[in-house]
């Protein structure tokens, strides 16, 4: 067994765990449950939206103009299920409703850092450029 500190492999991508040895994406992996929290286009912008704060919807339509009315409902519906985000909803009219990490969600301010870290060091060469397509 590999050695860990504070819950962390000393090889990171190769946890410690049974799990890590599977043949095949399975939904109790760790990673897979991520990327089903992550999943769709704009995800990661919202949750990036909300890391600044709990927003409206209209706060988050003017955040992400170009992300249409139905996407952005989509991407909170799924959120809240996933257990991302809170949605609380105020009585009046009109009904106001505040989106709101969960501590769960919190949990995804590393991961998406860790994800631009990678993305940044690892870009893709233009087609042309030595060594690009």
């Known amino acids: 067994m590999a050695h860990q500190t504070v819950g962390h492999p000393v090889r990171p991508g190769l946890p410690d765990d049974p799990r ?6 399975t939904p109790a992996c760790p990673v897979e ?7 769709g286009r704009w995800t990661t912008l919202v949750v990036r939206e909300l890391l ?13 103009p170009a992300l249409s009315d139905k996407v952005l409902s989509e991407r909170l519906a799924h959120l809240v299920r996933m257990g991302v985000l809170d ?6 009219w009109p009904p106001r409703v505040r989106y709101t990490l969960t501590a769960h ?8 850092q860790a994800l631009w870290d990678w993305g940044a060091r690892h870009r893709p060469l233009p087609p042309g450029e030595p060594g690009g397509n």
């Not at 600044?52 to 992400?64: C, P, S």
């Not at 969600?105 to 998406?112: F, K, Q, S």
């Open 20 to 25: 890590a040895g599977v043949t095949e994406p």
């Open 105 to 112: 969600g919190r949990d995804l301010g590393p991961v998406l």
């Open 87 to 92: 949605r609380h909803r105020r009585a009046g």
């Open 52 to 64: 600044r704060g709990d927003r409206t919807f209209t706060e988050l339509r003017e955040a992400l």
């Open 33 to 39: 449950i991520t990327l089903a929290a992550l999943h």
